[in-house]
């Protein structure tokens, strides 16, 4: 389970949901919460000190409007956002972190060497892009899956911490049907086609039954849905239609037609989804 969340801030609107559902997972959890900003910037000393003390004024007074009943410290200490972030997360012994999304529309081109994408490469834990509008519980949880090791990590570190608990989960995986797309280009009959295509489907079906067997998930209840297409755009459609509250991602995985996660898939959904999302690292 959770025992420390640090959520990181930059006291701006877009780091009010990360704050919020930071708040929302402790009181949850029963884990102790630390509230970060980092100040940027060559400042005069006097300024700084004033920098600090708005930063520290600011953070109390939006704590305040909760009713913690988790233990919770404010930290605001200057630096690059990417290094403090990665430090206060080890010295905290945090077991996740909370950002905040870059609302703008062309974030999945830029996404790569943002202090989100960094800090999930290399801070060695699982981090949480809160996006989500309100801080409701997560009552449908999608985990996208193909079937390596990194992507059983990340489900199985999501149901450790807890995350989980009380929810709808629903394994995805997507994949493409190679069979059905070289007879028909080899203008064999539709039948045949259907008859090899179905028998694919069904192989993946029972690839997949036995993968998440394969977890230590204990007693979660679960659900597997398989989607037609691999990559970031096929996960994207089905999010956006079925409207999970969280997606859960491995960072990394292995190549091959079969496997998603390269790095470029996990960023363009965490670039792209209106939703929260878990990017959970291999070391992690």
């Given at each position: 389970?959770?025992?420390?969340?640090?959520?990181?801030?930059?006291?701006?609107?877009?780091?009010?949901p990360a704050?919020?559902?930071?708040?929302?997972?402790?009181?949850?959890?029963?884990?102790?919460?630390?509230?970060?900003?980092?100040?940027?910037?060559?400042?005069?000393?006097d300024?700084?000190?004033?920098?600090?003390?708005?930063?520290?004024?600011?953070?109390?007074?939006?704590?305040?409007?909760?009713?913690?009943?988790?233990?919770?410290?404010?930290?605001?200490?200057?630096?690059?956002?990417?290094?403090?972030?990665?430090?206060?997360?080890?010295?905290?012994?945090?077991?996740?972190?909370?950002?905040?999304?870059?609302?703008?529309?062309?974030?999945?081109?830029?996404?790569?060497?943002?202090?989100?994408?960094?800090?999930?490469?290399?801070?060695?834990?699982?981090?949480?892009?809160?996006?989500?509008?309100?801080?409701?519980?997560?009552?449908?949880?999608?985990?996208?899956?193909?079937?390596?090791?990194?992507?059983?990590?990340?489900?199985?570190?999501?149901?450790?911490?807890?995350?989980?608990?009380?929810?709808?989960?629903?394994?995805?995986?997507?994949?493409?049907?190679?069979?059905?797309?070289?007879?028909?280009?080899?203008?064999?009959?539709?039948?045949?086609?259907?008859?090899?295509?179905?028998?694919?489907?069904?192989?993946?079906?029972?690839?997949?039954?036995?993968?998440?067997?394969?977890?230590?998930?204990?007693?979660?209840?679960?659900?597997?849905?398989?989607?037609?297409g691999?990559?970031?755009?096929?996960?994207?459609?089905?999010?956006?239609?079925?409207?999970?509250?969280?997606?859960?991602?491995?960072?990394?995985?292995?190549?091959?037609?079969?496997?998603?996660?390269?790095?470029?898939?996990?960023?363009?959904?965490?670039?792209?989804?209106?939703?929260?999302v878990?990017?959970?690292?291999?070391?992690?």
């Amino acid at each position: 389970m959770l025992k420390s969340v640090l959520v990181a801030s930059d006291l701006s609107s877009r780091s009010e949901p990360a704050v919020q559902r930071a708040v929302q997972i402790v009181e949850a959890t029963g884990a102790g919460l630390t509230v970060l900003h980092v100040v940027e910037g060559d400042l005069l000393e006097d300024r700084m000190r004033e920098e600090v003390r708005s930063a520290e004024g600011y953070l109390s007074s939006q704590i305040a409007g909760f009713d913690l009943s988790s233990k919770t410290e404010i930290v605001v200490t200057m630096g690059h956002a990417f290094h403090v972030i990665c430090e206060q997360a080890q010295d905290c012994k945090a077991d996740m972190i909370v950002l905040g999304a870059h609302r703008r529309q062309f974030l999945r081109d830029v996404f790569t060497g943002t202090t989100i994408e960094r800090v999930t490469r290399t801070a060695g834990r699982p981090v949480l892009m809160a996006n989500a509008k309100t801080a409701e519980a997560w009552r449908k949880v999608f985990i996208a899956t193909d079937m390596s090791e990194a992507s059983g990590h990340a489900a199985c570190k999501a149901h450790a911490l807890g995350l989980l608990d009380n929810a709808e989960v629903t394994f995805v995986h997507g994949y493409a049907p190679i069979t059905r797309q070289m007879m028909t280009h080899a203008g064999i009959p539709v039948e045949r086609v259907h008859e090899e295509a179905e028998r694919e489907f069904q192989s993946t079906r029972r690839d997949l039954g036995r993968f998440i067997q394969g977890l230590d998930l204990g007693d979660l209840n679960y659900n597997a849905r398989i989607i037609e297409g691999v990559g970031a755009d096929a996960i994207a459609g089905l999010v956006e239609q079925a409207k999970p509250g969280l997606l859960v991602i491995g960072t990394r995985g292995l190549s091959g037609v079969k496997r998603l996660f390269l790095g470029s898939v996990a960023q363009d959904l965490m670039g792209s989804l209106e939703i929260d999302v878990l990017a959970v690292p291999p070391q992690a």
